[in-house]
Nanobody
Framework: QVQLVESGGGLVQPGGSLRLSCAAS????????MGWYRQAPGKQRELVAS???????KYADSVKGRFTISRDNAKNTVYLQMNSLKPEDTDVYVC???????????????WGQGTQVTVSS
C-alpha cells in the first residue's frame, strides 16, 4: 500500500506564509511527477504546481512568483512554500504523486487526503 500524508495547512493572515509537506510511504519503486492541486467546494480542481523527478517545475499563473514547489527524492517528499498568501488562496490543498511500486508495474497517480489552507484576517 502507498500512502500520501500532507501536513502544514492552517490559518494565516493575508500576506503571510505557509509550507505544506507531503510524504509518500509504503512500497515505492519510483516516483515520477509530484504535485499539488487545490479545490474549493463547488469549484473544479486546479493544478497549483508540479515537479518532475529531475526537478522541472510547472505553476498555475495565479501562484507564479509566490509559491515554490520542491522535493526531496531521498525522503519521497514534496513541499509547497506559499508566500504572499491571499484570501483567494483559501482552499483544500491535495498532494498527488505518480508512483510505481515495482520495476514491472506501471505507475499511476495516488492522492492524499488534503489539508485546509485558510487565508483570512
Amino acid at each position: 500500500q502507498v500512502q500520501l500524508v500532507e501536513s502544514g495547512g492552517g490559518l494565516v493572515q493575508p500576506g503571510g506564509s505557509l509550507r505544506l509537506s507531503c510524504a509518500a510511504s509504503g512500497t515505492i519503486f519510483s516516483i515520477n511527477v509530484m504535485g499539488w492541486y487545490r479545490q474549493a467546494p463547488g469549484k473544479q480542481r486546479e493544478l497549483v504546481a508540479s515537479i518532475t523527478s529531475d526537478g522541472s517545475t510547472k505553476y498555475a499563473d495565479s501562484v507564479k512568483g509566490r509559491f515554490t514547489i520542491s522535493r526531496d527524492n531521498a525522503k519521497n517528499t514534496v513541499y509547497l512554500q506559499m508566500n504572499s498568501l491571499k484570501p483567494e488562496d483559501t482552499d483544500v490543498y491535495v498532494c498527488t504523486a505518480d508512483i510505481a511500486i515495482s520495476y514491472y508495474s506501471g505507475s499511476y497517480y495516488r492522492w492524499g487526503q488534503g489539508t485546509q489552507v485558510t487565508v483570512s484576517s
